[in-house]
């Protein structure tokens, strides 16, 4: 199968970066300065990010609300119009994560729902499934991923750089999500993220977006690569797909049990998730940090006194702490501060067992 390109190939091509496959996508991993002063700027300056290979699903109609709150985890009635909320989709029959995905509330009537990379089909596809339970439902649902690119500007400076192209965007308050215009094209900008530092998230229509890019750049931010924005996530304790969230990961063993509204009334995969709580997990997400720049690597096996006890998920050298950091998903009745040992192709890198993020700003 052929990869997808985003709306600013040319763009990153331009800028000489190394481009990699990701979730069906060739997107840019670093630029020439590298994903370490990519990742020093992000949390120093800011930096722009091209994540237009994340999917768009708007869902909208009178029984939009209804039916995103009968597919997902988290409770709609907890925000209004306006805003941004992290939930998640759950496979019926075991209660995992089949994505996680930040949903933004356009107005009344309109949801853009962002699943991850890969995901996007089958998102669209589940919420195809609930629909066909509600009778007399009015709701579209639409895949509009080409439609659009997604420009994640991040960073303690990055609304500084947003304000000299647009004091109406750089105003978009954090979780926030507003129609804004530039250059007389409607974007939707959020104020999200996935980096632990501030910044937003702008959606804008194919034909604009390397105009918006050049004049972020001209404005003094600087791109960066996905790279970064993995070691980024990670220092800042936020799941990816795949690694801490995935097939057989449910909300609750990767520790996010807010995400998940009981009290809400029925929805996809309660049943599960609601038997696996009463039984208790058998194991969970933890944090590890580790000496030296040797970090653990996903799949790496984590051992107590000898004894395998759970398998690394993510793990990478943390250019701020300046040392490794990982997280594992390891028995539950291991305790924040004991000592484990990571087997790292035979090799033994102790560690410690630590609460998330492993940095805050």
């Known amino acids: 199968m052929s990869l997808r390109h985003s709306p600013l190939d040319a763009v990153h091509r331009r800028y000489d970066a190394k481009m990699v496959e990701f979730g069906g996508w060739d997107m840019p991993l670093s630029y020439p300065t590298g994903t370490l002063a990519e990742h020093d700027l992000c949390r120093n300056d800011a930096v722009v990010f091209d994540v237009s290979h994340l999917g768009t699903v708007r869902v909208s109609g009178p029984s939009a609300f209804a039916l995103l709150q009968k597919a997902f985890t988290n409770d709609l009635n907890r925000i209004d119009v306006g805003q941004a909320q992290y939930t998640h989709l759950l496979d019926p029959n075991d209660g995992s994560v089949t994505d996680d995905i930040i949903v933004w509330w356009v107005d009344s009537e309109r949801f853009d729902v962002m699943p991850n990379a890969s995901n996007t089909s089958s998102v669209t596809g589940a919420l195809a499934e609930v629909v066909s339970t509600m009778p007399d439902a009015i709701v579209d649902i639409a895949d509009t991923t080409a439609e659009r690119a997604v420009l994640a500007i991040q960073g303690p400076n990055a609304r500084r750089y947003v304000e000299s192209i647009s004091a109406e ?158 997280f594992a998903l390891i028995d539950p009745s291991v305790e924040i501060g004991q000592e484990v040992v990571i087997d790292v192709r035979g090799h033994e890198l102790p560690g410690t067992v630590v609460k998330t993020p492993f940095y805050v700003r």
Not at 213 to 240: Q, V, Y
Not at 246 to 260: D, E, K, S
Not at 289 to 296: D, H, I, K, L, N
Request: proline fraction near 6%.
């Open 169 to 326: 965007m750089a105003a978009v308050p954090r979780f926030a999500v507003q129609r804004c215009s530039w250059n007389d094209h409607e974007l939707v900008v959020a104020g999200t993220g996935y980096t632990g530092e501030d910044g937003i998230e702008i959606a804008v229509p194919t034909a604009v977006a390397p105009q918006l890019f050049s004049a972020l750049i001209d404005a003094g931010c600087k791109p960066a690569g996905l790279g970064a924005r993995d070691t980024l996530r990670l220092e800042a304790g936020l799941p990816l797909h795949g690694h801490e969230l995935g097939p057989g990961i449910t909300p609750l063993q990767a520790g996010l049990r807010w995400v998940v509204r009981f009290d809400k009334g029925d929805f996809r995969g309660k049943d599960a998730l609601v038997s696996e709580d009463e039984r208790g997990v058998t194991r969970r997400l933890r944090g590890i940090v580790t000496e030296g720049r040797r970090p653990a690597r996903q799949d790496a096996t984590v051992l107590l006194n000898g004894n395998a006890i759970g398998t690394v998920t993510s793990g990478n050298y943390s250019p701020i702490l300046g040392h490794g950091i990982a």
